[in-house]
């Protein structure tokens, strides 16, 4: 009597069909499978032995750690998935705490800091002409600026009550709240008369000219008209005002002129500024004029650098400009501010990581590295972040120091400027760092072909665009240069070049205005508009567009053609069934489904029996599931699953997918009063033991029909095979009905060759017979049998 756990282990007792089984094609059946898992299972014990190095350890834990999908083999999907999410989650937490630090850098409260500051200064009409810093034209516009608008917002030495109660001298802040650093300061810049030559014609009639303003024109010498010797009236270079470069609206303009350290109270720097007025400190030369200050908001945590513009241009007139830079220098006083801390300190340590991970990438990659514009991204990031977290901690122990320096003494000026520059340009550096940190996320959820969509369209085009590009520059700098030269003298749009080129931008957008084009040139300036907005809005902008619709619409195409590889979604999905698994509601269908994701990354089309096998292992299928299932689909035998059995295999689980959820819709429908009718009149004998009438789960009853499924798969399989063995018994008895045909004829050949004599009978019998051997041998072969 035979093992019945035998059999089930040797399901193809076939020898020609023991090799779709077999690891190494030498028969066996499951035990071959078996004798394979076994010799598997020995080597990972050697492997276990093995591993138990501290350095093995501790190579695998830094290769685990550092892996990137760089370095990680493409053809093992589900190793190359699980290497994304890890790469992808720990970026989101690097990105999170990148947006915390940047956020508490700022808050809606700089923007109204600002505002207010701006609008005491700016938006304050002057006394007698009811004008605004901001519409200044004119010298004395600058002295009625200076005689009240600054005055009164520098120096709040009252109350708001009708007796102008005054205030104490803790109280006398800008605003009532807004403490004034130091003192003012009024500086001026200079070009010397002969800064330009005036033409022959008119060398007798004009005797003095001042050119614009450059650093090599600059007048360095004392214009005192009494000979004062004051900071006033003498020239002092960068270096010795520890100025910087101010870029304003005609120049940039120098740290050097001369200055004036306005009072600390309203009557002084009134009588400072009357002096100052009396003596014409302002005349032809003068060239820029620049109000500085600071103050700090202790409700708020906040610094204000100041900086009022007054550029006087060689037409003559004023050109106001202000620049107004809220800062908060000191970085760490609320606990919300120590959180930051705690923050940019994991900042650090992301960013070590980085570096490492982008060293041992350059290690194994060699030049190919640079190859990729995402590794340089990653470069630059890294860079932007050190030089940031290098600029920070400089801060951290300047401006204490530079603080106590500046504070010593209230009644000097408190130069800011250096700190507030550097800590906006600070500013600055983290948001381009935040710019390009988000940029970065797309290169770890690009693996996705959904998600490649963007990326294979640009690099696609790219080509296509750049021909474009070059038409559409050659035109684009035609009009900006022709409105430039009509247009120019008179349109503020179009003053430059350049401020040209961003107004014809502007225009492609819908914002622009036609009228001050109009007034400049009747005739030509419709012309421009009208031909401007055909070639370039009409034809070039819709050429554009083609060019990008069409290169999308291919890739599209080829990513809907592509097959369906196993991703993050099927990856949660499988840890989700083997979860569920273990709640005995484990869903083989989707584990067989992913499994098929994974095999076959080869490009081929094709799937090999030791591909699906390694797959469905590792979803705890048994070796026995496996043979059946693949011999179910392997038609031919040759133990690879071409094209067309791969699709009959998708489309039978496709359809037993559909079905199950079907039948999980019907079992989710109310019961009908029948049913109902039919539970109350079952036997006592379907009873339990304790008189309760017991039910089955749809959960229990699908884990049953599945197994059911199993069963009549496996019986299809063993009735194909039992058919298999009775077409070979068919074949041997033929194969004997002929043997004794041939044993027939040779009786038949001796007793008919009666004229021949004995010795000759018995060499013709023996030829026949061992003919006929040699046949018989050739049919009991194993090669016969194979064939």
Known sequence: MSNPASELERPCTNASNRQAWGQDGRGGGAGGAGAAVVDTYDYDDGEEIRKKGCWYKFSTFVSRMWATRQMTKKEDREIYVRTTLRELLVYIIFLIVLCIITFGMTSPTMYYYTKVLSELFLDAPYPDTKNTFRASTQVLDFWRFSENVLLDGLYWEHWYDVSETDT???????????????????????????????????????????????????DTSEFSPNGENTT?????????????????????????????????NRNVTKIILAELREK?????????????????????????????????PATGGIIPSWEFRTVKLLRYVTPNDFFVLACECIFVFFIIYYIIEEAIEIKALKWSYFKSTWNILDLLVIAISLLCIGFNVFCFFTISSKLQELLEDPNIFADFEFLGYWQIQFNNAVAVCVFFAWFKLFKYISFNKTMTQLSSTLSRCAKDVAGFAIMFFIVFFAFAQLGYLLFGTQVYDFRKFMDAVFTLLRTILGDFNFHDIEEANRILGPIFFISYVFFVFFVLLNMFLAIINDTYTEVKAEIASQRNEFEIADYFKRGYNNMMGKLGKRDKIVDIQNALKLSGNNGDGMLSFDEIRTNLKRCNFSDMEIEMFFAKYDTDGNRLLEAEEVKRMLADLE????????EMKHENRPSSGKVSGESVTRPASASSGHGSITSVSFEEFSVLQRRVDRLEHSIGSIVS?????LVKLDTMEKTKHKRKETMGKILDTITENDDMDDSAKRKHMEQMVRDELEKWDGDTSPSAHRK
């Not at 032809?284 to 650098?305: E, P």
């Not at 095979?721 to 063995?725: E, L, Q, R, S």
């Open 168 to 218: 104490t001298k803790d109280d006398r802040n800008i605003l009532y709240e807004n403490r004034l650093l130091g003192v003012p300061r009024v500086r001026q810049l200079r070009v010397h008369n002969t800064s330009c030559e005036i033409p022959p014609d008119f060398q007798r009639v004009i005797r003095q000219c001042f050119s614009e303003y450059a650093p090599a024109n600059e």
């Open 232 to 264: 006033a009236w003498k020239y002092f270079s960068e270096k010795q005002l520890n100025g910087s470069v101010h870029w304003g609206k005609i120049a940039h303009y120098s740290g050097a002129g001369s200055y004036v350290d306005l009072g600390s």
């Open 280 to 312: 014409l400190w302002i005349q032809r030369g003068t060239r820029a004029v620049f109000y500085d200050f600071t103050v700090y908001n202790a409700n708020i945590n906040l610094f204000c650098v100041i900086k009022l513009v007054f550029e006087f």
């Open 655 to 662: 359809g037993q997918k559909v079905n199950l959820e079907r």
């Open 721 to 725: 095979k039992i058919d298999a063995v």
